[in-house]
């Protein structure tokens, strides 16, 4: 936040000290490391975040888990990407999104197998939804989980699947090919990536940015899978994926916020001591408004973002999509103008590698693309918003005919002339007729 913060005491407190922590163990060589893809992926980040118990703190304390809240990992989250990078934030925030499914859904065998050493730092994990032919419609999967014997067999294709060439495993959304109706035939299952038929087609890390971690296209070739790595119940997986989706958008956009106000206080103190014309950048009124405009967007998204991880915190759930929705959309996009607008203040210097501001921008820019696009977030707004506005009262028999009655009055204000404007007769005032004159004329002739 850069007004007060609406935050508890003791939430602020916890902020601070992770400000901190985090502080320590990010260097710039490890940013440019990074950047550059020379480092594959935060693997010591992610060790040391482990063990300072800063992963996926949300996890209940009967599971192995610090017992923390959403909230609590967003604020982690938002420190990781003040510091670090879209690739290290990323990293982290799988252990509190593939984290919170595997806690709430998972048996004591994927708690010990797969979560306890995951928030231990010495388990990677990522998530596997989007394919080939599927991007945003995660309904549409055709990875298919089908019986054999006594297990399954696991086949398809998986593509932009993050760190999918270093993880120990993989939360992987499947049909069961059971039913037309994904709500009831998707599984969620846990896939380890040591296993036989699982496949790196291809790697993607020459990103415009998010560096450092790398994307896979990656396949299922006869997967054999025992029924111990379903995650919940066979048909239970849409319910599973939904409520990963709505943590994974409150704690990755809290990442992208972070870099945003990193970018912001950077051009602001640029601002306070750069010379031009006769008197310092934050003299001139067409920057400050600049970085007034950028705080004040970036205030909003961070209240939207408290707000949905209350709801959240308070077992809302998918009851709060569009709420989760809006502090997605509106985070992800505002983020990313702040730190343009940065790039604007400073100037040329702001593109060059001097600051960390034109990275973090790079970085940002995926945001608006992974965890549901903001065209996306805009359909679930657009459905809330909607359901929430109806009025039962409103008298659509008026709408297109609104001479017999109003849409919101009904029959009386057509029956009330007094107040009814299109029953009154209109009077124009009289005008004198225009009559030229003589010296008008002869001006003419």
């Not at 969620?188 to 971690?213: K, N, Y």
């Not at 899978?225 to 956009?253: A, F, N, S």
């Not at 008298?395 to 404007?421: C, I, K, M, Q, T």
């Amino acid at each position: 936040m850069i007004g007060a913060s609406m935050l508890s005491p003791e939430l602020q407190a916890f902020q601070a000290e992770v400000h901190q922590q985090v502080k320590t163990l990010v260097t710039p060589g490890l940013l440019f490391a990074l950047d550059r893809n020379e480092i594959p992926y935060p693997l010591d980040f992610i060790r040391a975040m482990g063990d300072r118990r800063l992963l996926g703190v949300n996890v209940r304390a009967a599971t192995g888990g610090p017992g923390l809240t959403i909230q609590h990992d967003a604020l982690i989250s938002e420190e990781v990407g003040y510091w670090g990078t879209a690739a290290m934030a990323c990293a982290r925030t799988f252990t509190a999104h593939v984290g919170y499914v595997l806690d709430r859904y998972g048996s004591r065998a994927i708690h010990e197998r797969y979560l306890q050493p995951m928030l231990a730092g010495r388990a990677i994990a990522c998530q596997g939804m989007t394919e080939p032919t599927v991007g945003s419609n995660v309904a549409g999967a055709r990875t298919l989980l089908k019986r054999d014997g006594a297990g399954y067999v696991l086949n398809g294709q998986k593509r932009f699947i993050d760190g999918a060439q270093t993880a120990d495993f993989i939360l992987a959304a499947a049909r069961l090919g059971e039913s037309d109706d994904a709500r009831t035939d998707f599984v969620a299952v846990c896939v380890d990536t040591s296993d036989r038929g699982f496949l790196i087609r291809d790697v993607q890390c020459d990103w415009h940015g998010f560096r450092g971690m790398g994307s896979s296209w990656i396949e299922f070739r006869d997967v054999r899978v025992g029924p111990e790595q379903i995650v919940g119940r066979p048909g239970q997986g849409w319910q599973i994926l939904m409520d990963e989706l709505l943590v994974e958008r409150v704690v990755m956009t809290r990442a992208q916020l972070g870099g945003a106000r990193r970018a912001l206080g950077i051009a602001s103190n640029y601002a306070e001591h750069r010379d031009a014309f006769a008197t310092k950048l934050q003299g001139q009124a067409v920057i400050a408004f600049k970085v007034a405009e950028c705080a004040a967007r970036l205030d909003a998204a961070y209240l939207l973002n408290d707000r949905a991880a209350a709801l959240l915190d308070h077992g809302l759930g998918r009851a709060a999509t569009m709420e989760v929705a809006m502090a997605k959309l509106l985070g992800t996009e505002y983020a990313w103008q702040v730190a343009d607008e940065a790039i604007q203040i400073i100037g040329g210097m702001g593109y060059t590698t001097k600051y960390p501001v034109e990275r973090i921008q790079r970085d940002l820019r995926a945001a608006r693309l992974t965890g549901g696009s903001s065209e996306m977030m805009k359909l679930l707004v657009q459905r809330g918003a909607f359901r929430r506005l109806h009025d039962p009262d409103f008298r659509d028999e008026f709408v297109s005919n609104e001479l017999e009655g109003s849409p919101v009055w009904g029959e009386a204000l057509a029956a009330d002339e007094a107040f009814h404007p299109s029953r009154q007769s209109v009077l124009m005032p009289s005008r004198p007729k225009y009559v030229p004159s003589e010296a008008h004329d002869n001006r003419r002739s």
